[in-house]
């Protein structure tokens, strides 16, 4: 992997770790990332949100997705209730998450002489769905593990 993609992998890994502490006081550990290579989600929620620069010459995505059990745990610790099932309120702290993962990265990104601005995120539930990311370019997928689960934030930037 090139230097670039290796800032741009701590950026988004650096970016969930610490939307996780601060947000749902989660410790998470970095996995190993690579290079995804199909559209497969590693999880059963996904939250989804697409990028751009301001002319549109650059564009990218981010999904973060959740094993069941990760997402109602880290959720039902950042709202401080038990979640049974993922309903709307899982899945809209799940958007939320995604929101603040990569408003963060992108704040961060700014170093690197690249400057998105971000649409609104989706979400998508179910087992074995898939994730089409913006950019026909290389997948990163950054897994992180927590007492609750795992999770793993993927990155597309074309």
Not at 59 to 69: C, D, H, I, R
Request: hydrophobic share 40%; charged share 20%; glycine share 10%.
């Amino acid at each position: 992997m090139t230097e670039k993609v290796k800032k741009i992998i701590v950026i988004f890994a650096q970016a969930g770790i610490n939307v996780l502490e601060t947000m749902a006081m989660v410790k998470a550990g970095l996995g190993k990332a690579y290079i995804k290579k199909d559209q497969k989600a590693v999880g059963d929620v996904s939250g989804i949100i697409g990028f751009s620069s301001k002319s549109g010459s650059a564009k990218g995505s981010m999904s973060v997705t959740f094993s069941e059990a990760s997402a109602l745990g880290i959720v039902g610790s950042m709202l401080g209730e038990e979640y049974p099932e993922v309903n709307d309120e899982v899945k809209d702290a799940v958007g939320e998450m995604t929101n603040m993962i990569c408003g963060q990265a992108r704040k961060d990104l700014v170093e690197m002489d690249m400057i998105f601005e971000a649409g609104t995120p989706s979400v998508v539930t179910g087992k074995n769905h898939t994730i089409r990311h913006v950019s026909e370019r290389a997948i990163l997928a950054i897994p992180l593990d927590t007492s609750h689960g795992s999770l793993s934030i993927e990155v597309c930037i074309g």
